[in-house]
């Protein structure tokens, strides 16, 4: 079958990012060829479509399948390409999948006759199954993790077992992509996962009720095969791993970083996790094996705001996981949630204060969200202080709800502030120049422009 897997564009007013690497996309298409299907890939980010360049593209292909993937900012844009794709291409079955339509499918089928199925939560053995029945024109209702119509009604298949075997997943097809449309400095940084699911739950995140609670992982060999083939066949030197959490299996850690000694494989990477998941020791075996900074989710500088976030952690456990860190030699990225439910602008300004203590070498100041699935969006519709519907503007950039103890117009000026006080302290620039190289003075001697970048103020 000819199948088409596609990346769609960020709202125009939304606060975005530089495009990278699609790892859900280059998935399916890894596994698709592997069947024996035929697969292209269209990248609107990358490629800087708009919608009308789409309909030129995709009515150029004749595809059996088109697959569009969303998260919820994404949302809307992704349901514009299933309409013009089903305009240009009537004979197409339409999919969605990702995040978004995972917890939001029977509205997605409500809204948009255009759509023919979602696929829910983890797409690859989903996908596969459905290209079956679909070439052998077979009847979807046996496929499990789907949403579709039959006869004018909606159905809901049940959930699919997640895949416990993650070796048994090809590399993703880098070679659909179009790579030199994700340079950035005439670079490409490659993503990784290692790894899918969490052992915590916290309320704001869709991602782990995505992949579910637990923790499933790629063997050390089979991580570092990646990492090799990238370096040997496009010239990659660094790497970032997309993990919820890489380090919630230290023993596997500490073999992964023996299988890059062990190789001699020159590379530098980074990777996320929780401040309770690292120590000491571990961070050095990281640093001694490429690794060059640590992304340690903050959220918050107060503990009440911690427990309601259900993070289960502790203040002086970031503070140690920090001052450890920076005692590697890692640099460091804070990411915090501004706006949960229960937020005050006192308990913003402890986080603000809480980050300045820290010193991070970045950090992301992001509004409470309430994405569909979490728990912080049933919260937030029960007591009626959602404000914003328009999922193009769900980008933490900017507010969408309201609650008795902090209004969206205060927390926007408290979010803008935070940024100010963090980027244009004179100890900050003074620290990056004194850095160097990819973090020092070519890339922050105009830290006060990016920190308007950061607050989502355009510069010219």
Partial sequence: ????????????????????????????????????????????QAEKLTYETFRNRISQTQSDVIGVTATTLLYKSAMKLINIAKE????????????????????????????????????????????TKLQTKTSLDGVLGITFRKEGKIIHTADRPLLEDLD???FPAHHLLPLNALKHNGKILFPLFTSRGCVYWCDFCSTVRMFGRGYRMRSPKNVVDEMQLVHDKYGVSQVTFYDDAFTVNRNRVVKICEELHARRLDMIWD????????????????????????????????????????????????RLAYKTA??????????TVLGFPGETEQTANDTIRFIKELNPDD????????????????????????????????????????????????????????????????GYVLKMMRRGGTYGVSALKTSGAYALRKMGIKLS
């Fill in 271 to 318: 990777c996320g996790t929780r401040v309770d998941m690292v120590d000491r020791e571990l961070l050095k075996t990281m640093r001694d094996a490429g690794c060059i900074a640590v992304w340690l989710g903050v959220e918050s500088g107060s503990e009440v705001m911690l427990g309601a976030m259900n993070k289960r952690i502790k203040l002086d456990q970031t």
């Fill in 363 to 426: 950090v992301g100041f992001y509004v409470a969200t309430p994405y569909p699935g979490t728990p912080m969006y049933e919260q937030v519709k029960k007591n009626g202080w959602l404000r914003v519907t328009d999922f193009d503007k769900y980008d933490t950039a900017g507010p969408t709800f309201e609650t008795p103890w902090l209004s969206m117009e205060k927390l926007a000026e408290i979010r803008y502030n935070a940024y100010q006080q963090f980027y244009l302290r004179p």
């Fill in 1 to 44: 079958m000819k199948i088409t897997l596609v990346n769609p564009p960020y709202p125009s007013k939304a606060h975005s990012h530089p495009p990278f690497i699609p790892l859900g996309i280059a998935y399916l298409g890894a596994v698709a060829e592997r069947a024996k299907h035929e697969v292209t890939v269209i990248d609107c």
């Fill in 168 to 170: 048994s997943l090809p």
């Fill in 88 to 131: 240009t291409q009537p004979q197409s079955v339409t999919m969605l999948g990702g995040s978004h339509g995972s917890f939001w499918d029977e509205n997605a089928l409500n809204e948009y006759p255009s759509l023919d199925i979602v696929v829910r939560r983890e797409g690859e053995q989903t996908f596969m199954e459905l290209l």
């Fill in 326 to 335: 920076h005692e590697a030699g890692l640099m460091t990225i804070a990411n």
